[in-house]
């Protein structure tokens, strides 16, 4: 197993081209530069590998002060393929690891013999379960958006063009996705606040087919339904999909909630409301700036919040 | 085939859905309705085509777990035609269809040539398409929009082209396989492979046709799910292999090969979507679905033992 481990890390970074190759030496005399390692989820899905590409810019412009070494799995349920990689990374003497974990809990242990090490790891995109790391008797911050939050202003904002009562529908995630369950949260804060009445919640798996399913049956259901929102923007182009194949587009207002490029154009024509840009190819950049910031100062860890942000058809490029 | 075997033959999946229609209509206010009905014709088309690919797969004794993941990549294809190299729609098609048909022969290929099982030469397609997939569309969602969307909007009767479409195929699909030498050959090769190879069926073109048929239908779904939600989205398809070989088991068609019926696919895909919608339009939780669909999945294949057993007797 390690062997494999081993030979697909160097098949990746001969492939994936990792900027920390093309640094090439520190100059003779200056301090050694710090290796940083990012630690992805799967690389197929487009928030993660916009992330990863955030990250190989950020190093590429800043080659003098750091080294990048990236890796990913192959879908987000590999776990222990993830635990190997925090453990090749710590073996390999790196000085930071920035990882979004595969799962909230199963990554602890690894993180923790990490730290032990002497390594300093950065949390980012999922949150570690503060039960679990309360419970080894680490801190590990976590520098990331707050979903909740972000769903939370798609819907205030869905609220201001519903009158109070009006009937909607949430399109949940996975349902053991802890993003999937904020965002959910974040959703029902906004609409109860708002005295809308959430008629149906179901899970859409993140899946646009299957979402596009769910939803056309909750119109056949509700026909005075007003709004649907969509935990993920491939869920609500679904959602589109299947008003469309009712004749209500327009009627029934939609958001979303990620920011990909194929919803701003459903925003330009007016059949999405809005969607949350958690602007992905910043967010392992702010881990790793935070992981250099640990490096130098040696400070004691804290969490650090990135920004979400509304986008609707006034501010969407 | 006489009046009484028809009778078994289709009345006790006819009556399953029937009994999940009563059910769902007393318990949600609106499932009977046209539009539960126009939704479930909608959606349907892909499961449909790739379902009569599957039956004739498993007649032969054999199985394609790539179905999903060429679905995948065919509607990748047609969406990166269409909106990167700006193509015309028809050549587009022709395209996404051609990549399913490549997928499918080369399947049938590997498996004839070095006598593998198709289980694990499907299962290694099915990451290579996903694979392609995702280095097609750099792993983005390709929003397509108007110039796909009206191939799915084309209705008559209230419904889609596509669903017309996915009707004649598995029309063909039946006759192929009770009224041609392609379908009684196949049954054999199922039944005993090798009384087949002596008997004079070139069994190896068979396998390769069937298993490029298989493909190409898988790629004609991406399309039609591509039409219908207006864009192609680099995760379509995941899982879509056993939905439809669950569909395809429950229409009664063996997984040990030589036995099954186009049309009885067609119910066991019905049954699939009619839960699914009907489940939803009651708002169940996600948990609540998995377990009634496992159950009603088996309870069919349960059904179907008698039935057999009431035709022999």
């Known amino acids: ?317 | 085939m006489n009046g009484r075997r028809l009778l078994t033959d289709y009345m006790a999946l006819a009556l399953v859905i029937a009994g999940l229609v009563l059910i769902f209509g007393v318990s949600t206010q609106n499932f009977l309705q046209f539009g539960t009905f126009r939704n479930i014709a909608n959606q349907i088309p892909d499961a449909m085509v790739v379902a009569v690919g599957m039956t004739f797969v498993l007649i032969i004794g054999g199985i394609d777990l790539s179905v999903g993941s060429v679905l995948g990549l065919g509607s990748a294809v047609l969406g990166v035609c269409l909106v990167r190299f700006e193509l015309p729609l028809p050549v587009a098609i022709a395209a996404c269809l051609a990549t399913g048909l490549a997928c499918g022969i080369l399947n049938g290929l590997v498996i004839v040539r070095w006598r593998l099982p198709s289980f694990i030469v499907t299962l290694g397609m099915l990451e290579v398409a996903s694979g392609a997939t995702y280095i097609l569309t750099q792993s983005r969602t390709v929003y397509v929009g108007e110039p796909i969307e009206r191939v799915s909007e084309v209705a008559a009767f209230g419904l889609s082209l596509p669903f017309m479409l996915a009707i004649a195929v598995v029309v063909a699909g039946q006759f192929a396989l009770s009224g041609t030498v392609f379908g009684r050959h196949a049954l054999a090769l199922g039944a005993n492979a090798e009384s087949a190879r002596l008997s004079g069926i070139r069994t190896r073109a068979l396998t390769v046709s069937v298993f490029a048929l298989s493909g190409v239908l898988a790629s004609l779904a991406g399309m039609m799910q591509c039409s219908r939600l207006g864009a192609s989205d680099p995760n379509a398809g995941i899982g879509f292999e056993l939905q439809a070989i669950a569909a395809v088991v429950i229409g009664g068609t063996s997984l040990m090969g030589g036995r099954g019926s186009v049309v009885n696919s067609f119910f066991g895909v019905i049954i699939i979507a009619v839960l699914a919608v009907g489940l939803a339009t009651l708002g169940a939780q996600e948990s609540t679905k998995r377990l009634v669909t496992g159950g009603v999945i088996v309870a069919a294949v349960i059904l179907d033992y008698y039935r057999h057993r009431l035709n022999k007797a």
């Open chain 1, 1 to 317: 197993m390690k062997g494999t481990a081993a030979a697909a890390l160097v098949f990746c970074v001969i492939l994936g081209g990792c900027g920390g190759q093309n640094a090439g030496p520190a100059a003779p005399g200056a301090p050694a530069k710090p290796r940083i390692a990012l630690i992805m989820k799967s690389l197929a899905n487009e928030f993660f590998l916009t992330m990863e590409q955030g990250a190989k810019n950020h190093q590429a412009a800043h080659s003098a002060e750091y080294d990048l070494i990236c890796n990913g799995i192959k879908d987000e349920l590999d776990v222990n393929r993830q635990i190997q990689l925090v453990e090749n990374m710590v073996s390999q003497g790196v000085q930071a690891i920035v990882i979004a974990p595969a799962d909230s809990k199963a990554l602890v242990a690894a993180c923790k013999k990490a730290q032990d090490a002497g390594v300093v790891v950065v949390n980012i995109d999922n949150k570690l379960d503060d039960a679990v790391l309360a419970e080894r008797g680490i801190k590990i911050p976590f520098v990331g958006p707050d979903n909740r939050k972000g769903a939370k202003t798609a819907a205030d904002f869905l609220a201001t063009k519903l009158q109070p009562g009006d009937p909607v529908a949430i399109v949940e995630g996975v349902p053991t996705a802890f993003n999937g369950i904020q965002r959910k949260l974040g959703f029902e804060d906004a609409m109860n606040g708002a005295g809308m009445k959430i008629v149906t919640s179901q899970s859409g798996s993140w899946e646009m087919a299957k979402a596009n399913q769910v939803v056309a049956a909750m119109i056949t259901e509700h026909p005075e339904l007003k709004a649907v929102l969509c935990a993920n923007d491939s869920m609500a182009l679904g959602a589109v999909a299947a008003l469309r194949s009712a004749s209500k587009v327009g009627q029934v207002l939609v958001i979303g909630y990620d920011g990909i490029s194929a919803v701003r154009e459903r925003i330009k024509d007016g059949s999405i409301l809005a969607t949350i840009e958690q602007h992905a190819d910043q967010l392992a950049v702010f881990g790793i700036e935070y992981a250099l910031e640990m490096i130098k100062t040696k400070a004691a860890p804290a969490d650090r919040e990135t920004p979400v942000d509304l986008v609707t058809a006034e501010n969407n490029p």
